[in-house]
């Protein structure tokens, strides 16, 4: 069965702390690892879709990487405006269901 | 280009009751998928409609039902409302033959 487990499950960070955010996954046959962030309440924001191991994808303050087992995101000094929760997901099959680890919750501190 | 909406915002029913939600898939998309999303979890796939046709499903019973309609649209139907639904409804939409999903601002379910 696809699994999907993120770490850690809380950070807190001050500003300008850089930081990791953890996605292991076992799933036969991945299509593409995806990174979305969600702000309480709401949708969902897509952020990454990442396909083969050794790919890096960047968006202003944030890089995701992807090894065979496992994706990282990086935030290198956060503000306080990118506090909310990162949420991993894989697909197995092209426009297949994704499949969501339980998300980590990140608050930057001013 | 208006992204994927949700209608209503919230919605409060009780048990045993019947509800329905909408989705309007972003402009250029064809699939539709919903997910519900319990407080503090990640999102769990409930199915996935291609040319009005369920096309796959996850793990919920047939109590969870959806329908797609010409324009791409979709409904999710769930009868026999248990306190457990409560949860927030996500619809995402793709575009045939690409892998990313777009999703909506979500519907709040609460069941009393």
């Known amino acids: 069965e696809d699994q999907v487990t993120q770490s850690p499950e809380a950070l807190r960070l001050q500003e300008g702390e850089s930081s990791s955010l953890n996605c292991s996954y076992t799933?036969?046959?991945?299509?593409?690892l995806f990174w979305y962030r969600q702000d309480p309440g709401k949708g969902p924001e897509f952020l990454f879709t990442?396909?083969?191991a050794g790919e890096e994808k960047e968006k202003e303050r944030l890089k995701a990487t992807l090894t065979k087992k496992e994706s990282f995101l990086h935030i290198t000094a956060p503000k306080p405006e990118d506090s909310a929760t990162y949420l991993c997901?894989?697909?197995?099959?092209?426009?297949?269901?994704?499949?969501f680890g339980g998300g980590t919750r990140v608050l930057v501190k001013p | 280009d208006a992204g994927v909406t949700q209608s209503p915002t919230h919605l409060i029913k009780t048990r045993g009751q019947q509800v329905t939600l909408r989705c309007s898939p972003k402009s250029g998309h064809d699939t539709v998928s919903w997910y519900q999303q319990a407080l503090g979890q990640g999102p769990q796939f409930i199915f996935q409609?291609?040319?009005?046709?369920?096309?796959q499903r996850g793990n919920f019973p047939d109590r969870f039902s959806g329908h797609q309609f010409p324009n791409y649209s979709s409904e999710l139907n769930v009868n026999a409302l248990l306190l457990g639904d409560s949860a927030l409804y996500l619809c995402a939409s793709r575009e045939g033959g690409r892998d990313t999903q777009y999703f909506g601002p979500g519907t709040r379910l609460t069941v009393l």
């Open positions: 799933v036969s046959g991945l299509r593409g």
């Open positions: 997901a894989v697909a197995k099959a092209a426009g297949n269901k994704l499949t």
């Open positions: 409609y291609y040319e009005e046709e369920e096309r």
């Open positions: 990442l396909y083969s």
